[in-house]
């Protein structure tokens, strides 16, 4: 009868602590107001995430509502009891009156899978003589899509596509995403001053693979008005002839 019931309080506690290891994201100010700024103002705020679980948490993506913020992590994963920062940068021209917008935090917290940060401000037309010079950077793609047309199964077939900061300030290019395993993207520069043109060579490799496919390439910036570009590839694999 004992040796039962140390099995089960056994098994219990077994139990518990599987539960526990886990990570949990904690924001002690998700929300944050810049109050009255100027239409002309280019304005930033770090959020503090906290991991207060017992495992690895992993912040998997970042996304902001719309196309004037901009938001990336300084570390993707954060252990037990440390801290990550989010910046987050607010480009108010073009846009006047009461705004609110939030960003998405997507995490492998199984309670805050997409978490959302929020932050408000009062745009006003003018109110200062002299309107505060912002440096934007501006990231332009030598094109958006590349067709590699026929190609014969278990080939490597690559491209070289330039990148161009065409804005003003450090093009900074913080990450580069491929869509599968099969394509490679190597960047001969991460920071780019203004007028500056970089390389990314991007590579795809057909092996195992057939018919026709789409493949993505996904580069994150600091260009305040598009964070996020995508550039395209398309192929049409063909079976070996030999």
């Known amino acids: 009868m004992k040796r039962s ?15 526990d290891l886990i990570p949990k ?8 107001d810049f109050g009255d700024i100027l239409e002309s103002d280019h304005v930033s705020h770090e959020f503090v995430i906290l991991n207060s679980g017992y495992a690895p948490l992993i912040i998997e993506n970042v996304r902001a509502s719309c196309g004037c913020t901009a938001a990336m992590p300084d570390k993707k994963e954060i252990g037990p009891g440390e801290t990550a920062k989010i910046k987050v940068d607010f480009n108010a021209e073009n846009r006047s009156g009461l705004q609110k917008k939030y960003v998405y935090v997507f995490t492998n917290d199984p309670e805050n899978k997409d978490f959302r940060l929020t932050f408000t401000a009062n745009i006003k ?3 200062k003589k002299e309107l505060k ?22 080939k490597k077939v690559d491209y070289e596509l ?5 804005g003003s300030g450090e093009l900074v290019i913080r990450d580069i995403k491929t869509s599968c395993g099969c394509t490679a993207a190597v960047l001969d520069k ?5 007028n500056e043109t970089g390389k990314i060579k991007i590579e795809l490799d057909t092996s195992n693979r057939s018919g026709k ?9 600091n260009d305040p008005t598009q964070p996020q570009q995508i550039f395209t590839i398309y192929v049409n694999i063909q079976k070996r002839t030999s």
């Open 5 to 19: 019931i140390l099995i089960v309080l056994l098994l219990f506690i077994s139990v518990i602590t599987s539960q």
């Open 25 to 32: 994201l904690t924001v002690r100010e998700p929300s944050h």
């Open 125 to 127: 037309p003018g109110g």
């Open 133 to 154: 010079i912002v440096e934007t950077p501006k990231l332009k793609l030598s094109k958006l899509q590349h067709n590699f047309g026929e190609v014969e199964e278990g």
């Open 162 to 166: 330039q990148v161009k900061n065409v």
């Open 190 to 194: 991460k920071v780019l001053k203004e």
């Open 213 to 221: 496919m789409t493949r993505t390439v996904v580069l994150y910036t």
